[in-house]
């Protein structure tokens, strides 16, 4: 059965630019073609050479001997006694000649430059070049069906070879590139549906196979005929037919008031319809109007609302000012007052060197530095009894609570852990080797340690080494003490207004007052002991003293994470 590929699948008058997808070249050769083929037309057609080819001479006839050749035999090649690099030379010549170095572009009528330009095929006298989709260059290019190319050589420089208008409409389909003579230069086109060429003609297409049908009886053939003549009658009177009712219908009169009432109903939805779409667009009109109205009361008021707010920020502005002054003279009073007590508390608690290295004494009882084993117990739990009541003034004064709370007893104070996880219920820890566990005084005196490491940070300082108490709680003191301006004064009643806020009624009393003399021994007490003290009563009687509040909330939690111990901080 015939191949499909041995027929073209496109008309001529379909053949495009967008269905060329490749060319080929082959015998290119550099020579030119000869001006006039050697025919019967170049002969000699004088009167002279006409009469001597109808009238030859007669000649007498030649022996054996006479016609064998006078001369020697010519050799049919010029090579025959050449030199191997002779040949070599010639043939590289040849080569030369044949084989160079080509592209091809393709242009269009109307465009100045080609529409494409092929690679450079080197050293080839049968080129075959990329193939390429000039689908991509718009319908105004793809829609042609004539397009000239040119085949450039390289000649020292690339000059034009062949230069060939071709029109897709008559090129000859050949189908493949095998069993094909092809002359010289030829140029074949590769389209869609196979190679086509203008320089061969076609071979005709061998018919397809197909399966041989019986034909039809002379009976059968005559009754379709009687059949068709019976078609065409009845077509012929079907028109006669209709040009009577024609006639009839023009001369007949015409009756247009069917029309005319078909038109005026259609006027009247017309008109009703319109009338429809005006009811709606007045209501649309009449919301649009009533939504502008709304939005200009909403714009007015809110420009009023803008111009009363740019007045509260006016006036805010101007009170923001003096709070802000406020604020930072308070806060320099604040500071002020917090140098001036840590100034106190270094002359009421001092602490000093001693000729020992890192050794520090508080009110002149030495401390050592988390190691007691040779010291006094009496002066240890003294010492800390004074650090425990510094510290615990320390974390009021300024405002920073204690993850560790102390309650100040002298030589007998306690510190408590309530957010530690520990092993026991026990979370009170004494600060006193007397009569004591040593693990449980080793970890008191730690946790005071991170008590005053904790009041360090809150004033910007970097405890290096927790152990040492004194030198750390020196350093505090001495920097909250630190500053430039002059110390202020004490405000005045600031003892008495204390001790009367802790029963949470203010208590006024006359100076000189057996009541204000009780009231004050009572102070100078507190700061000594810490503890529940009495004073006198104008009634003769101790009263029990509060202790004063905190400055912050009691529902402040720590995290303050501890060496050696973990938080429980989302438990309580």
């Known amino acids: 059965m015939a191949s499909e590929s041995s027929r073209p699948l496109l008309l001529p008058q379909n053949r495009k630019v967008r269905h ?3 060319v080929y070249l082959r015998n290119l050769t550099l020579s030119p073609p000869r001006g006039k083929t050697i025919d019967d037309g170049g002969l000699n057609k004088s009167p002279q050479k006409l009469e001597a080819l109808r009238s030859p001479p007669l000649h007498h006839s030649h022996s054996s001997s006479e016609l064998r050749p006078k001369t020697a035999r010519r050799v049919s090649t010029n090579w025959a ?17 044949r084989m160079v170095d080509s592209f091809f572009t ?11 330009i092929s690679e450079v095929v080197e050293k080839a006298m049968n080129p075959t070049y990329r193939f390429f989709d000039l689908q991509t260059l718009g319908p105004a290019i793809s829609r042609l069906d004539t397009v000239v190319i040119r085949i450039w050589v390289n000649r020292g420089r690339f000059v ?13 389909f050949i189908g493949t590139l095998e069993k094909h003579p092809f002359p010289s230069n030829c140029i074949l086109f590769h389209l869609i549906d196979g190679i ?16 041989y049908l019986p034909t039809s009886s002379y009976n059968a053939l005559m009754r379709l005929s009687n059949l068709d003549e019976s078609i065409q009658d009845a077509l012929a009177t079907r028109e006669e037919l209709a040009d009577q009712i024609n006639a009839i219908l023009r001369s007949a009169a015409t009756d247009e008031s069917p029309q005319a009432r078909e038109d005026a109903a259609l006027a009247t939805r017309y008109v009703a319809a319109q009338r429809k779409l005006l009811k709606h667009s007045i209501r649309k009109r009449n919301e649009l109007q009533t939504s502008l ?20 920020v006016s006036s805010a502005q101007e009170k923001l000012d003096a709070c802000r002054k406020l604020h930072a003279a308070s806060q320099s009073g604040i500071h002020g007052q917090r140098r001036r007590i840590c100034e106190e508390l270094l002359d009421i608690f001092p602490i000093e060197p001693t000729s020992q290295s890192l050794l520090f004494t508080i009110c002149g009882l030495p401390l050592a530095n988390s190691s007691f084993d040779d010291a006094d117990e009496d002066v240890v739990s003294a010492a800390l009894g004074y650090v425990a009541r510094v510290v615990d003034m320390l974390q009021y004064y300024l405002s920073v609570p204690l993850p560790y709370p102390i309650t100040p007893g002298g030589s007998r104070s306690l510190i408590h852990d309530n957010i530690s996880v520990l092993d026991s219920n026990a979370r009170t820890f004494p600060l006193f080797p007397k009569s004591t566990i040593k693990f449980r005084f080793d970890y008191g005196v730690f946790l005071l340690n991170k008590d005053i490491e904790v009041l360090a940070e809150s004033q910007g300082l970097k405890v290096v080494d927790i152990r040492q108490t004194l030198p750390n709680l020196k350093y505090l003191l001495y920097v909250a003490s630190a500053g430039s301006e002059e110390l202020p004064g004490r405000k005045r009643g600031g ?35 810490g503890g529940v003290l009495s004073g006198s009563s104008g009634n003769g009687k101790f009263s029990e003293l509060k202790p004063p509040k905190l400055p912050f909330g009691n529902d402040h939690r720590q995290s303050l994470r501890t060496s050696g111990l973990r938080e429980n901080v989302a438990g309580r």
């Open 106 to 116: 393709i242009h269009c009528k109307g465009q100045d430059e080609p529409i494409y």
């Open 196 to 211: 086509y060429t203008i320089d061969l003609s076609s071979k005709p297409p061998k018919p397809k196979a197909a399966l």
């Open 20 to 22: 060329l997808r490749g």
């Open 81 to 97: 006694g050449a030199t191997p690099d002779f040949r070599q030379k010639k043939l590289e010549d040849v080569i030369d000649s």
């Open 160 to 172: 034009p070879l062949i230069e060939e208008e071709v029109q897709l409409q008559s090129l000859q």
């Open 495 to 529: 003892v008495r207004g204390l001790v009367g806020g802790w029963n949470g009624t203010p208590t006024i009393s006359r100076r000189g007052s057996e009541e204000s003399e009780h009231r004050s021994d009572a102070v100078k007490k507190l700061n000594l002991s």
């Open 293 to 312: 109205a709304a939005r200009r009361a909403a714009i007015k008021l809110g420009e009023e609302v803008q111009w009363r707010a740019n007045d509260d």
